[in-house]
């Protein structure tokens, strides 16, 4: 009898051994950072310690699509993919075209063994704007001189719509640089010279992520769900500052300077829960930016405690030796060490992952600084919900280009429009314009022409003249509006006696910079490139005309001012030129001023509002105001 109790006893024991043992098991295979229910430093911290090095190191890195592959995302476990300008999956592709091919490179990441999905980023800093039959809005100079935040927040939200229209999640916006000098080549990403301003315009961080919940932690990450992208502050810090305007220069101000123009904006996007900072190609007193571990480690992520992730700029660590690439050993160890998270290198990839691994293997770089860089990607990502929902569908296609966000793009010309002139101190107001005159001339390089309209970073990085993507021009916009008995003449480059044998009531000359962006966009002389200034000089000597500038900042413009009876400072509006005609006919008033100093001569550069010796051609806030005009 005793025997077969213990004999019971002993089986009892071993099935509690065996339970045990397989409860072991299950726990050990159990992922626990793919479970959402789980706190995400919890998820967090069981997938990094399942990490090699290699794993952690692919994390880092993000590559352009031209170079990616599902085989590429799979070897090297690349955590981001990026479009940079101009780069596409075809020549005007559908917005399907753009969902398959990203989630063609996303099912690479989660078929690697842990599956840790990647992201993809794109330069949606204007709309969508690499991809064909977005669209497209005002540049942020034009939207600075609305003074209003909350029409920046309805376009980062319609700007999220349709980045998610293409299966991407991730914009590099907004850009809250405070320039201080028109001459450079990025001064239309700018809001304004005026850290007010810009700070005010970083509403378009809850535009595209999502407002923050209630009692959320500042610093944090945040993105609300899957209409909503991560968004991107840029350039850390003072790119807008730089000596001469010069893109990728050298910024010369103490630190005071440095908090009080050019930091104030980042203080509001990180409240607002932005996910992720790029580090500017630009240096402070001497020091690149992409090397500044005092400024990107010390202020950004200790003191101001963000929580996201640091992002170089595209190839940035190559910049940091003269020439680039130069040590690029070296250029690794500084960026790194300086507290970049994600490493922006579209096409020499192998290359950066050979040389950060040994980096870390040879205790030249600590694993602390690998971990902190892939725990805040991490972050991110669980944040926003992409384990759970890597791959994108057909749903949200229909947003891209929609009607409505067409209507809003429209509004928001209209109010990105400064009246600069109306008419002179005796003579009658010009606009609003008669829709009933039956003869008007149209005249200029910039009427009839969606590239030109748009600026630089649209279809192309560099943007590109002609009508590049589906829009409405200026030209259009102006036929749409006057009586249908209106005869509007376009002649691009007239000369003065046909202008003056023609009996028009009136001309609208459209003339403005060609498409640049960054550096090509550098210019110490800040003239109307020909035949723009002919164009005015022989229209309005001959006719009473109105002068549209298009613009990327103020020009020189007091030369043909006596000649000119009104001027508009419309700025890159976009593809909505109908926005333009709105204002121009009396429809709406002018409403918007001036978020940048107009100068007289580029001699005065730089120039802006408070300074001591201030003396400009419109000063800051100047805009002149119209009444909408319901008969004429």
């Known amino acids: 009898m005793l025997s077969r109790k213990m004999a019971k006893s002993r089986s009892f024991l071993i099935g509690i051994l065996v339970l045990s043992c397989w409860t072991a098991i299950a726990n050990a295979e159990r992922m626990i950072y793919k479970d959402p229910k789980i706190p995400i430093n919890h998820r967090i911290k069981d997938l990094m310690n399942r990490m090699t090095l290699e794993e952690k190191i692919g994390q880092m890195t993000q590559i352009d699509r031209s170079v990616a592959s599902t085989e590429v995302m799979k070897k090297y476990y690349i955590g981001s993919v990026l479009s940079g300008g101009g780069s596409v999956p075809a020549p005007q592709a559908s917005a399907e075209t753009w969902v398959d091919m990203v989630n063609d490179f996303q099912k690479g ?148 300077g440095l908090l009080n123009i050019h930091m104030p904006a980042y203080y509001d996007t990180i409240i607002k829960g932005v996910s992720t900072v790029m580090v500017s190609y630009s240096s402070w007193n001497g020091v690149k930016m992409h090397a500044n571990r005092e400024l990107v480690t010390g202020f950004l992520k200790n003191k101001l405690r ?25 250029s690794i160890l500084e960026g790194v060490d300086a507290g970049i998270d994600m490493l922006m290198i579209p096409y020499n990839y192998t290359e950066f992952i050979d040389g950060l691994t040994f980096l870390v293997k040879n205790n030249f770089i600590p694993m602390s600084r690998i971990d902190d860089a892939v725990k805040r990607i991490l972050r991110v990502k669980f944040m926003m919900g992409l384990f759970e929902n890597p791959l994108a569908d057909y749903s949200m296609t229909k947003y891209l280009g929609s009607q409505e966000h067409r209507e809003l793009a429209r509004e928001a010309v209209r109010r990105t429009l400064v009246l600069l002139k109306n008419g002179g101190s005796s003579d009658k107001a010009l606009i609003p314009l008669s829709k009933k005159s039956p003869k008007i001339l149209v005249a200029g390089t910039h009427a009839d022409n969606i590239g030109n309209q748009c600026g630089g970073w649209t279809i192309q990085w560099q943007g590109q003249t002609g009508n590049i993507t589906v829009g409405t021009t200026i030209l259009t916009a102006i036929k749409n509006t006057v009586d249908p008995k209106t005869e509007v003449v376009f002649t691009e480059n007239p000369d003065a006696g046909y202008v003056k044998s023609n009996n028009f009531s009136y001309a609208i000359v459209v003339v403005g910079e060609p498409p640049y962006s960054e550096t090509n966009g550098d210019s110490l002389n800040l003239t109307l490139p020909d035949p723009g200034p002919s164009i005015i000089t022989n229209v309005c000597g001959s006719v009473k005309c109105v002068v549209v500038l298009i613009t990327g900042r103020p020009v020189v413009i007091q030369p043909y001012l006596d000649q000119i009876d009104a001027l508009v400072a419309a700025w890159l509006p976009g593809t909505e030129g109908q926005g333009v005609a709105d204002v121009l006919f009396g429809d709406y008033g002018f409403s918007g001023k001036l978020s940048r100093t107009w100068f007289k001569t580029v001699d005065q550069l730089p120039m802006n509002v408070g300074d001591q010796h201030y003396d400009p051609l419109f000063p800051f806030g100047y805009g002149l105001t119209t009444e909408p005009t319901k008969a004429y």
Not at 163 to 184: H, K, N, Q
């Open 109 to 256: 990441s989660l078929s690697t063994r842990l599956g840790i999905p990647m992201i993809y980023g794109i330069d949606a800093v204007h709309g969508n704007n690499n991809v064909y039959n977005a669209t497209i809005f005002p540049h942020n100079i034009g939207l600075g001189a609305t003074r209003d935040p909350v029409l920046v927040k309805k376009i980062g939200a319609a700007t999220a719509l349709e980045v998610r229209a293409t299966g991407i999640t991730y914009a590099f916006a907004p850009c809250i640089a405070v320039c201080r000098d028109p001459r450079w080549g990025r001064c239309y990403e700018s809001y304004s010279e005026d850290p007010a301003i810009v700070q005010a315009m970083t509403e378009l961080v809850p535009g595209l992520q999502g407002d923050l919940p209630a009692n959320f932690r500042k610093g944090v990450p945040y993105v609300g769900g899957k209409e909503k992208v991560l968004a991107c502050a840029k350039h850390f810090v003072g790119d807008g500052g730089t000596t001469k305007g010069i893109n990728e220069n050298n910024t010369v101000t103490n630190w005071h």
């Open 306 to 330: 963000f929580r996201g992730f640091v992002i170089s700029d595209w190839q940035g660590l190559d910049r940091i030796t003269s020439p680039p690439h130069a040590n690029y050993t070296y």
